[in-house]
């Protein structure tokens, strides 16, 4: 099998050196999972916004309650 | 130092390390094969020597700037005296790749030393690994 030429070879050994790193990269943060500051904080947000949204439900409910009992 | 590594990481300086870490010893591995070829041990067919030789010494200069990286990141956030037996393996690495260094500019009759120099750096970079971010990713138990 006759070699490809000089800078192919290079380029090939480049990128396959690129390869292994994206490969590294992608292995490691999957096993990771969610445990960026990030996607914590944006899971903490989402968390919030439920809670004050059920907080507003009751809010309501107990107002319109109290608007019954006192014509 | 500590804030500025911290707001680099954005808080993920653990995992930052970890992945640069995890790169380093896949690159490393990949040296190991091209030195194989580059000495001839390993004969490709769509590979010569030569060229293997140019890569693997232009991925081990990326390999020195992470590892440069990571250890100001580490002893500079994590500091020295927590760190057992990865702080230790971790000092022998530098060292050794500071000798490796000089050896292959030097160059002249201590290249023979080349292939033993990298077979022992690249095991430090497993053990460094192994200690900080194996124990992380939860490998070898």
Redesign the interface.
Known sequence: ?R??P?TI??L???L??LA??A???A???A??GP????ELEAREDVVKERVEQREERREAREEAREERLDP | MEQLIDELTRGNVTEVKVVLATVILALAVYQLLLAAVAYGWLRLPFLESATASWTHRASGDAIVVLTVLVATACLAYYGFEDGGAHAVFGCILLGAIAVKVVVVRVGGRISVLLPLLGISVLTLFGLTWLTSAGDFLGVGG
Request: aromatic residues 4%; charged residues 5%; without cysteine.
């Open positions: 099998m070699r490809p000089q070879q290079i090939g050994s480049v396959v050196a292994i790193v490969v590294a990269i292995v490691v943060t096993h990771f445990t960026s500051t990030a």
